[in-house]
């Protein structure tokens, strides 16, 4: 069911059930689509004092509010990517690139094939991966000739979690068949196949013990990407005639391991967060380390290394060199956070050469000599700087990420292991 209300009166009338929300522009554009285990708490939420400036602007031109109810909220993350895919809100991209997203990806034509998670930028390598590329033929065209791609998504962390929950559901396979030999008398030699951890625990169907023929496997896979289309009704009704059993586990999905990411997240979260360091030795050989967490995870493709040229033993001209070199590369994802690994000086430091090259992305920094406290520069927002604080667990492991970077890349620069 699908159903609106002016955004005046947006506190009467959303139900406290799962599903997606519209916000709703003047022109009946869709500015945002978001989901929620809780679709009035989550919309409440929009309407607090401390918001970040992207989501305060969404809200600001913002006339109607729109929601449709889901089952549950796994439902709902499915039905929010479908309807991203397809209307490409402005404000769900807004200072963004594609590239950052997360897709799920089913291969065709292989035997026992498995989703797999990738980013998209990734997607791109994936294409050219492709067994039947052909000169001529378009991207787009092709990357969905040889692969069911799904989303985009955008955590990485809550889509792991959903595909935990439907992998109970529908078993699949990633392992390779691993097996070992035993010779029986001098001449005799057989192949004993050892099943895998996941098959041990029930979400492997057993392709590493050749316990599933490729036809029965891959009726496992036509159900995921039935249910990943947004088909669940289409699916409910196939596995009432072939498997009840999955029928009625697939009516009672539990959200709770998806609620415990979710539901906790705040409307000004931080997607991708960059790391600095510096690291030298008595100020020579000084370089420097970019580490990156999106969604909370370390994203170790997208880690960069800096060879100080300038500085020497001056850690700010270390942290300016870096910051000024790698925004300079136009064509890599931008942050929404910058985090330094040091106080006071550095953050003033550095948010004044961000201001020189107009890059308006906060900055925080943690202090050593200060009991690992968050440091920020004089005129940052209230909004911004709870929300930075409410993510300080995860800055804290990002600045001991980059500092391990920092200090591998120095001893190996050095020769020193």
């Excluded at 139900?15 to 708490?41: C, D, H, Q």
């Excluded at 929009?46 to 549950?72: C, H, W």
């Excluded at 065709?108 to 990738?118: R, T």
């Excluded at 008398?185 to 050749?210: A, D, K, M, W």
Aim: one cysteine or more.
């Amino acid at each position: 069911m699908k159903s609106s209300l002016k955004v005046k009166n947006f506190s009467k009338g959303i139900p406290s059930a799962s599903g997606v929300y519209f916000f709703i522009g003047k022109k009946s554009e869709i500015l945002y689509i978001g989901r929620a285990t809780n679709l009035r708490r989550r919309v409440v939420q929009y309407f607090q004092k401390s918001l970040d400036p992207r989501i305060g602007e969404m809200v600001s031109l913002a006339k109607e509010i729109k929601f449709k109810k889901t089952k549950n909220l796994l439902e709902a993350i499915i039905l929010e990517a479908n309807l991203i895919k397809k209307h490409w809100p402005k404000y769900n991209v807004k200072d963004k690139d594609d590239r950052s997203f997360i897709y799920i990806v089913i291969p065709k034509n292989v035997d026992f094939p498995a989703p797999m998670i990738i980013r998209g930028h990734e997607i791109k390598n994936l294409t050219m991966s492709a067994p039947c590329l052909q000169a001529g033929r378009g991207r787009q065209k092709l990357e969905f000739e040889n692969y069911h791609i799904f989303g985009p998504y955008q955590s990485l962390l809550l889509i792991k979690n959903a595909l935990k929950i439907i992998r109970r559901i529908f078993p699949y396979s990633d392992c390779k068949g691993k097996f070992t030999i035993r010779v029986s008398g001098s001449e005799s030699l057989s192949r004993i196949f050892t099943p895998c951890f996941n098959y041990q625990i029930g979400l492997c169907p057993g392709v590493c013990v050749g316990a599933i023929s490729k036809k029965d496997y891959q009726k496992n896979i036509n159900n995921i990407i039935l249910l990943l289309k947004g088909e669940r009704k289409k699916l409910i009704e196939k596995l009432k005639k072939e498997n009840p059993d999955k029928a009625k586990a697939l009516n009672h999905v539990q959200d709770v391991s998806l609620m415990s990411d979710f539901e906790n997240m705040r409307v000004s979260k931080f997607k991708r967060i960059e790391g600095y360091d510096v690291s030298h030795l008595s100020g020579k050989e000084t370089v420097g380390s970019m580490a990156v967490f999106s969604d909370g995870e370390s994203d170790k493709s997208q880690y960069r290394k800096f060879i100080i040229k300038k500085a020497g033993n001056n850690d700010l001209l270390a942290l300016e060199e870096m910051i000024s070199r790698r925004f300079n590369h136009k064509e890599w994802l931008m942050p929404d956070l910058i985090l330094i690994d040091g106080g006071l000086p550095q953050i003033r430091h550095i948010s004044k050469i961000l201001k020189n090259i107009n890059i308006e992305i906060p900055a925080v920094g943690i202090s050593k000599f200060g009991d690992d406290k968050l440091v920020f520069k004089a005129n940052i927002g209230k909004g911004i700087r709870e929300s930075i604080s409410q993510s300080k667990s995860v800055l804290l492991k990002l600045r001991d990420e980059a500092h391990r970077f920092a200090i591998s890349f120095s001893r190996k620069k050095r020769r020193i292991f």
